[in-house]
């Protein structure tokens, strides 16, 4: 099949989808698809309506099997900057989804479209993997921040950045418009929000100096709609406590807090058979979703987001849509048996609209 | 392929393979390998030297994905009861695999191979999941006992026997000649070592009366060694903490036992943000492990498990053997996050020898 015919085929079948369960008529729906067709003939490709755009990027948040946060996908908030063309313009726009969906703490699940790949080509990319993110240094093997930022922090400092060297420097934006130099924005400190982690009984836990930014922004996936790629269109929800909490302040090779936080709880660290790994672990998850809670920052537990996940699943029966989802994804890293998704196998199959891996935008130098 | 070419082409694989280990010389594999040519035209199938069938049955152990404990494949103790031909004395080989693989309390990892399938037959099955296993009864949707036996309890109520219908009955033992109805024998109460669930801090946890038997022994898969199926074959290893006190005893649907702990520890059960189910699920599983340990009863807790399936990775690369797994099985449902195997992918390719699923030996009546 040609490139044309094939974008034809996604368009037909999303067109088809989309309208209906937005309750638009078959014969508006059959009108649609010949103009895209047409358009396709005429120029290569095809634009989303507004309408379109905002409802493909909805269903593709729902089609992702390995988010649980999927329960709320219809309330995902659109910025369309398709109009954006050039890296200050996309900073600001950028800057703005920040805000927007920062909010103060109160949280709002949002997403920022920028132009659509044409031709094989991307008209722009972010290189940043979140918009909001800590640098990670490496040096003589020792680590200052977060490890998996070390590559794309060198690669700022090439670009004649240079960061404070603590270990919660938040990373400029490096924004790419095709055939350019990528060009780097800081992001101004006070727009960042970010909640200091305190235990609600061990008081020194504030000593350890852990914190976490507020809002997860990936900015690094592709965004494909009616076989439309946009592989700049950053997405952000909330987080569920497991992630700062068993993974990125918890694991060994990110910022490592259990040995620490065992020492201040007195544990016995000499033996794996004190459990003394899975007692920090909880402290520190129980710390995680207190701090954010204390500091007003919308964050989800893994057990309340699971029973979401459960409504989720009964709501998309109830609509005669097969829920798909990725097991080892969807397991929360604590307690995993606790969830019901424990207990059930789940199809793996990769519907569209959806949000996938794409090309890194940049040839990390190492 | 016909029957017997494909029991040749997986004797020849499994002959060369197992003697290749074990050093023996080309030479020798090949007039075995010609040895069970005739054999199997002569009458249609091949019997395993003890060599064989000892080493089989480790091989089959290290290649099972979903084992853990594969670093010491090789400890295997094999009990050859492959000339038992009666229920009865079948039974007289079980009693002898618990009390050998119990020892005290010094477990064994131990196997016993009855009569392997000939002509597509099964010359003996045993209807337990396991050897030793709790009875489940239900009645107005409450249960007692452990709900994962409900039907096969039932079945032993059928064949006349009666449980005392407390949490923790011992199902007896139900063998099953070919063609003949089954036969039911009691498991000598003295011969079953179990071990009371107590805590190192938490004095009260007694009073919760729970226990779980000292030996997990399967005794429903069916070992395959080249080509050759043995579907009566129980084995056991020890327990890894986690087996009992992150799903056995805390599983919702099984023995339930979160609630009740964290009623004991004061926890805050109103709201899920509080972690009180992952609070009281690593003290239980601090609890079983102390126990396991106070009782002298061999248990490895997850970590030390993932440390020493580590171990055994290493070993595999060192003798050429890629190592498959199934990581969903292979993860710890505590503190998953906090093992190597959550950061690594496993291939899930199948290896035989193997242990496997087989049919039900009985219609479960309903
Ligand atoms: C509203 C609150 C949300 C919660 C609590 C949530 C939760 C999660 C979690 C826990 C993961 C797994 C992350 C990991 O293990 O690294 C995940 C993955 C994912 N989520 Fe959500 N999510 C939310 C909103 C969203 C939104 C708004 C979108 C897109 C519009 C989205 C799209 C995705 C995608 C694409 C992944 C997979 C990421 C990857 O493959 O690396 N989620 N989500
Ligand atoms: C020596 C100590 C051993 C430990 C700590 C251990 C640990 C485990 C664990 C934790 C599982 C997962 C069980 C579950 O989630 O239900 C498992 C599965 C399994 N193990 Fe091991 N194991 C041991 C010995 C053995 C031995 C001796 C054999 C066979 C000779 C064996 C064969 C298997 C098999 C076949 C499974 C998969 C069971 C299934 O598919 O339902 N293991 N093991």
Request: charged fraction near 25%; proline fraction near 5%.
């Amino acid at each position: 099949m040609n490139q044309s015919d094939y974008l034809l085929q996604e368009a037909t079948n999303f067109i088809h989808t989309c309208y209906t369960e937005l309750g638009i008529p078959e014969e508006e729906q059959n009108k649609r698809i010949s103009d895209i067709e047409d358009e396709i003939h005429r120029t290569g490709t095809y634009v989303h309506t507004s309408l379109e755009l905002t409802h493909g990027a909805k269903m593709a948040w729902r089609n992702n099997n390995r988010c649980i946060g999927r329960l709320l996908w219809d309330t995902l908030h659109i910025i369309d900057a398709r109009h954006i063309h050039t890296a200050e313009d996309a900073y600001d726009k950028l800057i703005e989804h920040i805000n927007f969906a920062t909010n103060d703490g109160n949280i709002r699940s949002t997403i920022t479209i920028f132009p659509p790949r044409f031709d094989g080509k991307d008209p722009m990319r972010i290189w940043n993997h979140q918009l909001l993110r800590y640098a990670g240094y490496e040096s003589n093997g020792e680590v200052i921040g977060d490890s998996t930022s070390i590559a794309f922090t060198k690669e700022c400092e090439r670009l004649g950045w240079s960061g404070e060297q603590t270990n919660y420097d938040i990373l400029p934006l490096v924004i790419q418009e095709l055939g350019q130099t990528p060009k780097l924005f800081e992001i101004p400190k006070k727009i960042v929000k970010e909640v200091e982690i305190i235990h609600p009984q061990f008081e020194e836990f504030k000593s350890l100096n852990l914190k976490w930014y507020a809002v997860p922004i990936i900015s690094d996936m592709r965004l494909e709609i009616g076989g439309i790629d946009y592989p700049m269109a950053p997405f952000n929800g909330w987080y569920m406590g497991t992630e700062i909490g068993a993974r990125n302040l918890a694991d060994e090779d990110r910022y490592n807090a259990l040995p620490k936080i065992a020492e201040i709880m007195g544990l016995n660290t000499n033996s794996d058979r004190s459990l003394w790994i899975d007692k920090a672990l909880v402290e520190l998850n129980i710390a995680v979703i207190y701090s954010f809670e204390k500091a007003g920052v919308t964050l989800v537990d893994h057990h309340t987001a699971a029973k979401q996940f459960k409504a989720f699943e009964k709501k998309e029966m109830k609509h005669n849509r097969p829920v798909t989802g990725n097991r080892a994804w969807l397991l929360p890293p604590l307690s995993s048996a606790t969830t019901h998704i424990y207990h059930k196998p789940y199809k793996n199959d990769i519907v569209t609209p959806n949000y996938f891996y794409q090309e890194k935008a940049y040839e990390p130098t190492t």
